[in-house]
């Protein structure tokens, strides 16, 4: 799965980003994080941005930031995708489309981000499995607003975070939730 992420145009909260992570760790599906839009952001927020992205290969996820305007890293983004069969989630206007396309040199239609509402319009409304001309599939997916959990037991919920799986081998207690336990 690949993630798309942009701190604003629209705002992605890093709460939807953790869902869409625990979401796909409980399938083991692997999943990579591409940063959008980093010709956007002013020094501060690339900044930020930079800061994040090192959080999230930390713990393991695979992370890139790009630009479709810019064409940085769409090579990269073939690399990621080449031979396999890949969803292309996020909120609306993040630019997966852009990303499919210009990874593709399909013409898929995008819509500009709305003013007023600072999201994207949803334009792709339905899923569609896309062939790669370079191997592989795409399938891209209509934007998302909000994300929620289903079919997770709350007391499983951090195995699926896996900088907390990994640190938990050393908790005293089997059954931990890992909120307000001493320790
Ligand atoms: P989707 O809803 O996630 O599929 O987003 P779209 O691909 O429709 O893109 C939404 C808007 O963001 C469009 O106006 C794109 O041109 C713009 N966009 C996409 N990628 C980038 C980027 O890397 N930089 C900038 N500045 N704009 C982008």
Known sequence: AVFVFTMHHP???????????VSA?????????????????KPEE???????????????YKVLDVSVT??????????ILKDKVSLISG???VGKTSIVNAVSGLNLKTASISESHDSGKHTTSFAQMLPLDFGGYIIDTPGVRAFGLVELERNCISHYFPEIF??????RFYNCTHTNEPG
């Open 11 to 21: 705002e992605t909260t890093t709460v939807f980003l953790d869902r869409f992570l």
């Open 25 to 41: 760790e409980s399938y083991s599906i692997p999943t990579v994080i591409i940063f959008n839009k980093i010709d956007i952001y």
């Open 46 to 60: 690339f900044d930020q941005v930079s800061e994040l992205m090192a959080t999230y290969a930390e713990i393991g």
């Open 70 to 79: 810019k064409n940085h890293n769409i090579d990269a983004v073939r690399e």
């Open 91 to 93: 909120q609306s206007g």
């Open 166 to 171: 990994k640190t938990a081998e050393n908790c």
